[in-house]
């Protein structure tokens, strides 16, 4: 079970920038980690949208996004072109890091069960501890909502 102030559990997943990423790579770096359940989806579009907007705010704040889906990295490669990304999304077909994360719910869709991401999003501190979590998350305004919380952290 994830904790606030514990280590984040390490990952190592293929980006869309055809690159493993590894959460150790990012120490000294605050890491913005938001799971979200598809590309091309009006929610997912929206959020990522958010924080394409204000990259270079969380950039100053000595933060990187890293989004999370279990999309393949060449649905990735479009969703990033779409929308002209300036940050890396992760490929994680096989819900290694979701289960690590414990991100993966039961959802209920015109009757019909299936198990999927439950957006969320974890801010991790430069020396890889578990900051912030928010496993109800709002596609709408999310990304100035994180900035908020960044502007609050040390």
Known sequence: MLKLHEPAPDFTLMGSDQK????KDY?????ILYFYPRDNTPGCTLEAESFRDLHDTYVTKNAVVLGVSRDSL???DKFVEKL???FVLLSDEESVVCTLYDVLKE???YGKKSIGI???TFIIDEEGL???ENRKV???GHGEEIHEVLSSLP
Do not use: D, F
Request: proline residues 4%; glycine residues 12%.
């Open 118 to 120: 439950q957006r969320s």
């Open 20 to 23: 493993e990423h590894s959460l």
């Open 27 to 31: 120490k000294g770096k605050k890491v």
């Open 138 to 140: 709002k596609a709408e």
């Open 130 to 132: 578990l900051v912030y």
């Open 74 to 76: 060449g649905s990735h």
């Open 84 to 86: 002209g990304l300036p």
């Open 107 to 109: 959802k209920n869709m």
